[in-house]
């Protein structure tokens, strides 16, 4: 019995394109990319953030980027918390000024001594929303430049809403994990203040070039129209939060009938369909009836 045989191949092997076969950035590559990213980004915010303050030079350092899920984003004490999107690929970006830095710089705003006041508010007053707003876009434009390879196209980022509770931003899972920037300000003689800046690990390699994003010419092939059948006629459950508090157990366990609870209920309220947060709006009356305003739209 012959146990020998000629094998022949009855078709032609494979024969993939190294762009096929090429594995991606690791996750040490994509924080890597960050960290240089990190060096520019220091040195390019030195001058704005000096004239927000009034200040005649700020210096600004930034710890190396480190990993955290999101869950551990919020640093302790009243923050303002923002959240960026950005083009391409629609990623988001998060950041945490601290109420402290904020009132501080009202005050120098306003032509005070720069100092916040004792104790701190238990909410952030429309000024400090204000001067939010003016950091977020210094820190868009400035981050937009940092980021990006050599010859690589630089992202877009814009400011999309903020809160003083993260959770309201509705911007990640609780174990999404983020490459995360401490940032400090020192001006002269006084304490630095402080502003922290997260994002998704995942978006890393679109962000910094180092992974282009997918085509959106095949995403824009498949996108469903909400506006044809048989989705157009799907029903769609709608939430406006209205207050999101927390009460200890003890007082949760002595309610009764009659019993008066203060709810603060937030300027802005988000709609959320399902777990998505789809807008944001003000609640008003129509026809006795409670409504709500869509003021901006995610």
């Known amino acids: 019995m012959k146990q020998s045989h000629a094998f022949v191949a009855r078709r032609a092997l494979a024969s993939h394109c190294a762009a096929l076969t090429r594995p991606g950035p690791g996750s040490a590559d994509l924080v890597e990319a960050l960290r240089h990213a990190a060096a520019r980004l220091a040195r390019s915010l030195r001058e704005p953030l000096a004239r927000l303050s009034g200040a005649d030079a700020a210096d600004v350092a930034i710890d190396p980027p480190r990993e955290m899920a999101f869950a551990q984003f919020a640093p302790s004490g009243l923050h303002a918390y923002s959240i960026y999107e950005t083009a391409p690929g629609k990623a988001h970006v998060l950041s945490a000024i601290g109420a402290e830095a904020l009132l501080r710089?009202?005050?120098?705003?306003?032509?005070?001594?720069?100092?916040?006041?004792?104790?701190?508010?238990?909410?952030?007053?429309?000024?400090?929303?204000?001067?939010?707003?003016?950091?977020?876009?210094?820190?868009?434009?400035?981050?937009?430049?940092?980021?990006?390879?050599?010859?690589?196209?630089?992202?877009?980022?814009?400011?999309?809403?903020?809160?003083?509770?993260?959770?309201?931003?509705?911007?990640?899972?609780?174990?999404?994990?983020?490459?995360?920037?401490?940032?400090?300000?020192?001006?002269?003689?006084?304490?630095?203040?402080?502003?922290?800046?997260?994002?998704?690990?995942?978006?890393?390699?679109?962000?910094?070039?180092?992974?282009?994003?997918?085509?959106?010419?095949?995403?824009?092939?498949?996108a469903a129209d909400p506006g044809a059948e048989p989705f157009a006629a799907l029903p769609l459950r709608l939430t406006a939060l209205l207050v999101d508090t927390r009460l200890p157990l003890h007082a949760?366990?002595?309610?009764?009938?009659?019993?008066?609870?203060?709810?603060?209920?937030?300027?802005?309220?988000?709609?959320?369909?399902?777990?998505?947060?789809?807008?944001?709006?003000?609640?008003?009356?129509?026809?006795?009836?409670v409504a709500i305003q869509m003021t901006r739209l995610v």
Do not use: K, N, Y
């Open 252 to 289: 949760v366990s002595r309610l009764e009938a009659g019993q008066v609870l203060s709810l603060p209920i937030a300027r802005q309220v988000p709609l959320l369909a399902g777990r998505q947060t789809i807008g944001h709006g003000t609640i008003g009356a129509i026809d006795d009836r």
């Open 105 to 222: 710089l009202v005050d120098r705003a306003f032509g005070g001594p720069g100092e916040a006041p004792r104790p701190l508010p238990r909410e952030l007053p429309m000024s400090a929303e204000l001067m939010t707003q003016r950091i977020e876009a210094i820190l868009a434009a400035e981050l937009a430049r940092a980021l990006g390879s050599a010859g690589a196209v630089r992202p877009t980022i814009h400011p999309l809403r903020r809160d003083s509770e993260l959770a309201q931003l509705q911007a990640f899972a609780p174990s999404a994990p983020l490459a995360v920037l401490d940032i400090a300000v020192s001006e002269g003689t006084r304490a630095p203040w402080q502003i922290r800046l997260g994002v998704p690990i995942a978006a890393l390699g679109m962000l910094t070039g180092i992974a282009p994003p997918a085509d959106p010419v095949a995403r824009a092939a498949v």
